[in-house]
Nanobody, 124 residues
Framework: QVQLVESGGGLVQAGGSLRLSCTAS????????MGWFRQAPGKEREFVAA????????YYADSVKGRFTISRPNAKNTVYLQMNSLKPEDTAAYYC?????????????????WGQGTQVTVSS
C-alpha cells in the first residue's frame, strides 16, 4: 500500500501563484513516477504534469506548460507542483497519483494510488 497526502491548495487571484506538495509513504519502492491531475465540477479528470523518479524527466499538459513546474527535492517521496500565472480555468481539485510504470503516462488509469485531493480556486 502507498499513501499520498497533498497540501497547498487554496484561494488565489488570477495571476497569482500556489505550490502544491504531495508526500508518499508506505511501500514506495516500486513507484516509478508521480503525476498531478485535476478535476473541475462536471468535467473528467485531466492530466496536468508528471515526473519520473529515475531521471527526473518531466511532462506537462499543453494548458499548463510554461506556467506550472513539477519537481522533486532530494527527499525522494515528495513532489511539488509550482503553479504560476494562475487563471480562473485552473480552478479544480488537484490530485497526485503514483504509477509502477517505467513509462510516464498521461491517463488516470495508469496510476494506481491516489491522494485525497486539494482544492485550488482562482478568482477573476
Amino acid at each position: 500500500q502507498v499513501q499520498l497526502v497533498e497540501s497547498g491548495g487554496g484561494l488565489v487571484q488570477a495571476g497569482g501563484s500556489l505550490r502544491l506538495s504531495c508526500t508518499a509513504s508506505g511501500r514506495t519502492g516500486s513507484r516509478y513516477s508521480m503525476g498531478w491531475f485535476r478535476q473541475a465540477p462536471g468535467k473528467e479528470r485531466e492530466f496536468v504534469a508528471a515526473i519520473r523518479w529515475s531521471d527526473g524527466d518531466t511532462y506537462y499538459a499543453d494548458s499548463v506548460k510554461g506556467r506550472f513546474t513539477i519537481s522533486r527535492p532530494n527527499a525522494k517521496n515528495t513532489v511539488y507542483l509550482q503553479m504560476n500565472s494562475l487563471k480562473p480555468e485552473d480552478t479544480a481539485a488537484y490530485y497526485c497519483a503514483t504509477s509502477r510504470s517505467l513509462v510516464v503516462h498521461t491517463t488516470p488509469k495508469a496510476y494506481d494510488y491516489w491522494g485525497q485531493g486539494t482544492q485550488v480556486t482562482v478568482s477573476s
